[in-house]
């Protein structure tokens, strides 16, 4: 069931995210070779834990055992942080968080290059984030999910990418994850309308190569099928009469 938000709870949403905004601003500053996503991990539940009422919405969800997914190269989503992880030179991580707050969630995501990185690296970042504006501006009214995921799609297969199909994005706030999904693939006009209100995730997940992925044995990575590189890209956003309003950026 979708649940649409007031304007009172958009605002406290929109607290939650710069909270997160600042999280995942730190935690870009502090990767560098020779930093552990365990490192990563104890530093951005650390910093959200500071500000009072807040937690690590990730932290012990479904099971999950670390408050940051610290996903490197191939790995599309949901790596477990470890200590045992250290980033190297030409690397990219991809850095997934999400906070409650005053009883609403928020989600968001980027992908990082660990010192200098390839061109055709920086390339799918680039990409995966335009591709994440896109599916940004189509959310407004009159317009409906397979618009967003329309937007997104145009970009990353023009570039020559791919997009994730088994993983999509999500409503998000009062629970972590809620109705509508939201894929990076679609139709216009088709699947759910947009309407004053909702709130979602909209996070493009992006492959070189193939779109295909498998999970490892540890159940919780998802990686590429061909073993190319693969970034994330992703905020919370509300739909306003307005316009779309991202809830996840330190200006929200």
Not at 15 to 40: D, F, H, N, Q
Not at 41 to 57: C, Q, T
Not at 214 to 228: A, E
Request: aromatic share 4%; charged share 25%; net charge negative.
């Amino acid at each position: 069931m979708i649940q649409l938000k007031s304007a009172r709870e958009i605002d406290a949403m929109a607290r939650g995210g710069k909270i997160l905004a600042a999280t995942l601003a730190l935690l870009r500053g502090e990767v560098r070779p020779g930093v552990s996503t365990g490192e990563l991990d104890k530093i951005g539940e650390e910093f959200i834990r500071s500000h009072a009422g807040a937690v690590p919405a990730f932290k012990g969800l479904y099971g999950f055992p670390g408050s940051v997914c610290t996903s490197v190269n191939h790995e599309i989503v949901h790596g477990i942080p470890s200590r045992k992880r250290v980033l190297e030179e030409g690397d990219i991580v991809s850095l997934d968080v999400g906070v409650k707050f005053e009883g609403f969630y928020t989600d968001a995501a980027e992908t990082v290059a660990v010192g200098a990185i390839a061109p055709e690296h920086q390339r799918l970042l680039d990409v995966t984030r335009e591709a994440l504006a896109a599916g940004i501006d189509a959310a407004r009214l009159g317009n409906h999910v397979g618009d967003i995921g329309f937007a997104v799609q145009t970009i990353v297969e023009r570039a020559g990418f791919s997009v994730v199909r088994e993983l999509v994005g999500h409503g998000v706030g009062v629970g972590p994850h809620e109705d509508p999904q939201v894929p990076n693939y679609g139709k216009p006009k088709r699947g759910t309308k947009l309407a004053p209100g909702l709130t979602i995730a909209i996070e493009p997940m992006v492959n070189a190569g193939l779109p295909g992925t498998r999970t490892l044995g540890d159940k919780w990575t998802v990686v590429t099928i061909d073993g190319k590189r693969s970034a994330h890209f992703e905020h919370t956003v509300a739909v306003t009469e307005d316009g779309p309003r991202v809830l996840t950026a330190l200006s929200a």
